[in-house]
């Protein structure tokens, strides 16, 4: 027997180049992934399996109902929507999140607008102004 | 004039009376035949004020506003007759009824030369809505909508009968031309700038401006398809034309006035754009697209040049009408889907295809793609505003692009 490091397995001899990318089978991620990893990966197409089982049993249901609803999707249409300032609160941080963002701007802006309307106005009362040609 | 609002009042009993078969044929084609009536408002005049009877006239500002409002009542009821096809028939009576009831108020409305007929008028159309909204709103949160809607218009527009009311026992008068005519009251000091404040409030609440908008998103996703049609075609459009009427009365606004307005409504148009991509529900996308077209428009009355005001006109008009009809389409996305979640419509255009196509020509009017009047107004506004500062065109062009 050869003595020294082990010959490199296909995994690690084969990398992917220019003109071929890994295929699936020498990929550590999906290949001889470990148990836990194959177990929550059975978990996960087993929820599927059975959300897919509601589904199908809704419609081929011979009194269908009007509408098939995925409870998912309104929870988080919900959430996204209406629990929004039921579950707020405000604190520190979320009250100076809310100044910087909400009233910095306005104050930005405000202050923009007059430096540059006062500086026209300066110009146009020292007559340097030029005023553009009007089309009416 | 009499021969819009004499129909208009008679639309009632033929609510109330029609058979029931004809209900709808009945209504819908007498709204139409008066919304045709109403077309020669627009005829161009060199009156100051047309049509004068002593508490009603028509002038540039109000004649397109008022076709608008002639105009969608037909709409309005078209676009109801489905979500009531269930209704017991004395309901869908009272539907009706409730719809045609907002009509004279908002003809009075635009048309008023006297400004108490005005704020009486403004209010009264507050109560047809919020019937629409408390009553023919499909979720529980209905409630909270209608009531943000009333206390948010309510608590804004007393300031503004006070004021009203005391600029009649000031001037003596409260007809628009006569004031015109009077010597403006209003100095620097910090009461008359209390007294703007009072008078315009009212109006930027309703308009919205940025600040004050937390009802409209609500009262459009909660209200039927009459009512946020309504809502966004035509009340919005009551308070861009109060601004502009209003800002004869107090001339040019003082700078602690005209800066914050100007600016709340700039940055509020960028940052309703923006929330409306952060959106779930479609009609509240739709309701905060309206939130900052109607910023531009608050921005332009406020700003008082004549191509402020023209621009402020045609956007207002345009966006009534593009409103109307995205409101309508997120109803037949709805009607058909039953659902207002936007992801859901994905995959829609092999399926329906030619809603699809209409969707397509709603957004990009929404968008003011060329031929449309959405692209003048906008870029009449724009100018505008560009002549005012230089730095307005971060704020607009930004907001054009959202």
Known sequence: MAAGPPPPSASEAYRPNRFVSLPAELDPNTYDSSLEKRAADAERLAIRARLKRQYQLQLNNPNPPAIIENPALVRWAYARTQNVYPTFRPTPKTSFLGALFAIGPLVFWIVAFKADRDRKEKLIQEGKYERPFSVF | MLKILLPTAMLLPTALLSHQKLLWTNTTAHSLLIATISLHWLLPTYYPHKNLTQWMSTDQISSPLLVLSCWLLPLMLLASQNHLQHEPPIRKRIFITTLITVQPLLLLAFSATELMLFYITFEATLIPTLILITRWGSQPERLSAG??????????????????????????????????????????????????????????????????????????????????????????????????????????????????????????????????????????????????????????????????????????????????????????????????ILLLTRGLQPLLPLMATWWLLANLTNMALPPTTNLMAELTIMIALFNWSVLTIFLTGTATLL
């Not at chain 2, 009968?161 to 007809?175: K, P």
């Not at chain 2, 403006?184 to 000091?189: A, D, F, Y």
């Not at chain 2, 009262?219 to 209003?246: C, F, N, T, W």
Request: a positive charge; proline letters at 5%.
């Open chain 2, 147 to 340: 009531i943000y809607l009333l206390f948010y218009t309510l608590i804004s527009s007393l300031p503004l009968l006070v004021t009203i009311l005391y600029l009649h026992t000031h001037i003596g008068t409260l007809h628009l031309t006569m004031l015109k005519l009077s010597h403006p009251t209003l100095t620097n000091s910090w009461t008359d700038l209390l007294l703007s404040l009072a008078l315009l409030m009212a109006f930027m609440v309703k308009a919205p401006l940025y600040g004050l908008h937390l009802w409209l998103p609500k009262a459009h996703v909660e209200a039927p398809i009459a009512g946020s049609m309504l809502l966004a075609a035509l009340l919005l459009k009551l308070g861009g034309y109060g601004i502009m009427r209003l800002t004869l009365l107090i001339g040019p606004l003082p700078p602690h006035l005209h800066y914050p307005f100007l600016t709340l409504a700039l940055w509020g148009a960028l940052m309703t754009s923006s929330i409306c991509l952060r959106q779930t529900d479609l009609k509240s996308l739709i309701a905060y697209s309206s939130v900052s077209h109607m910023g531009l428009v608050i921005a332009a009355s406020i700003l008082q040049t004549h191509w402020s005001f023209s621009g402020a006109m045609i956007l207002m008009i345009s966006h009534g009408l593009t409103s109307s009809m995205l409101f309508c389409l997120a109803n037949t996305t709805y009607e058909r889907t039953h659902s207002r």
